[in-house]
Structures are given as C-alpha cells and as structure tokens.
C-alpha cells in the first residue's frame, strides 16, 4: 500500500523557536495533503489542507502565520512551527490523498515544546 | 459535512467478534465511509472503505444499509493487538477543499 513518511518522529525544543515536519509520499503522488493535530486522549483535529503549487487552507482557528505549510512538490509537504510555545506541544500527523478517496497517514511527529 | 456517531468506548475478549457501529444521518450521496484504526503516538491506518451493501477485506467487513445512515465495522476474532481507537469518517474530495473530519472515535479494550 502506499507509504507516508513523517520525520522527525519527536522533536524537543525550547520556547521561541521553531520546528519543521516534513511529509513525504514515497510512492505516489499526492496533489493534496492534510495535516492534522491530536491532542492526548482526543480525537484528531484538521489544521490546513496542502495543495501542490498552492496556498494552504487552513481551518478556522487555526494560525496561518504560527504555522505555515510548503507543498513544493507532488510528494514533499513541510509544516514549520514558528516561535513554538508549550501549548504548541502535541502530536502533529500528516496524510496524503491516495486514490479512490483514501487517505494514507504518517506516523506522526510528537513535538515538546519546554 | 456528514458528522459521525460511535460509541466512546467498547469491551470485549479475544476470539470474539467485535461489531462498531457508526450513525451518519447527513451523508450526502456520493460520501464514502471509511473506517480508521489508531494506536497511541501512531499515525491512523486504513481499514475498510466502502459506498453501499457489504465490502470485506482481510482484516475486517463493513455493513452499509440500504439508507447508508449508518454502517458497522466487523471486526471478526478480536485478539490483543487489536485494541486501539477506532474512527469512522464521512465524505469525498474529489474536488479540491474536500476533507475527512474525524469524530471522536470509538476506544475498543480487548481483554485476555
């Protein structure tokens, strides 16, 4: 089946700072990806839709500037936490767009921010 | 978007099949039902897809009445490694803007 790769699989950071997690679809391409966050003991909550050569869409509430979304090619997208603060700290998971309307996921980046 | 209903949480022991079953009252006519397995600090995975009637696979079926408001994931011989969450989803993105919103999920315990 098809595989989605998430990295990094944890990322420790001070307060400030900022974190990249990137994306990528190994083998197939993904016009879309969408990048969700979960916190403990919740269910997952949609951040932004990533389309290839586009702007992101993101969801209500969601900080565009905080985080930003690069989908620079059919199989990389990038979401970069800016100037992370420890509410910030969660479980971030992407998903690419497979065919007949599956969505595959990574296996999700847990951030901390101290 | 259709918003799902599961039951929060299920028991049940190993060998036994364990059936979940999802209302999506909305669902709109061209909306598939997809089923989602979650372990702790893991990215979900595809179980079961389907539109109408009955699809099986090998690691589950899915049930889809004729008014397709809701379905039920069979999940046939439950065993340890099963336990985990489990998401039904409503919709389709052919279109750009499409997206599965995720429901709260129904946490299945399989016990020894």
């Known amino acids: 089946g098809a595989v989605v790769s998430q990295h990094p699989s944890w990322v420790i950071c001070k307060s400030g700072t900022s974190v990249k997690i990137e994306c990528r679809s190994l083998?197939?391409?993904?016009?879309?990806m969408f990048w969700y966050r979960q916190f403990p003991k919740q269910s997952l909550m949609l951040m932004a839709t990533s389309n290839e050569g586009s702007k992101a869409t993101y969801e209500q509430g969601v900080e565009k500037d905080k985080f930003l979304i690069n989908h620079a090619s059919l199989t990389l997208s990038t979401l970069t936490v800016t100037s992370a603060h420890p509410e910030d700290s969660s479980f971030y998971i992407c998903?690419?767009?497979?065919?007949?309307?599956?969505?595959?996921f990574g296996s999700g980046t847990q951030l901390s921010v101290l | 978007l259709a918003k799902t209903t599961q039951p929060i949480s299920m028991d049940s022991y190993e060998g036994q099949e364990v059936n979940i079953t999802c209302s999506h009252n909305?669902?709109?006519?061209?909306?598939?039902i997809t089923w989602y397995q979650q372990f702790p600090s893991q990215g979900p995975r595809f179980i079961i897809q389907?539109?109408?009637t009955k699809v099986t696979n090998e690691v589950a079926s899915l049930f889809i009445p004729a008014d397709r408001k809701s379905s039920t994931l069979s999940l046939p011989r439950v065993s340890l490694s099963d336990t985990a969450v489990y998401y039904c989803l409503v919709g389709r993105f052919y279109n750009q803007g499409g997206k599965l919103i995720f429901g709260q999920g129904t946490e299945l315990s399989v016990k020894p």
């Open positions: 083998d197939f391409q993904a016009t879309t």
């Open positions: 389907g539109y109408k």
């Open positions: 909305n669902i709109a006519t061209n909306d598939y």
């Open positions: 998903s690419a767009k497979g065919t007949n309307e599956k969505l595959f």
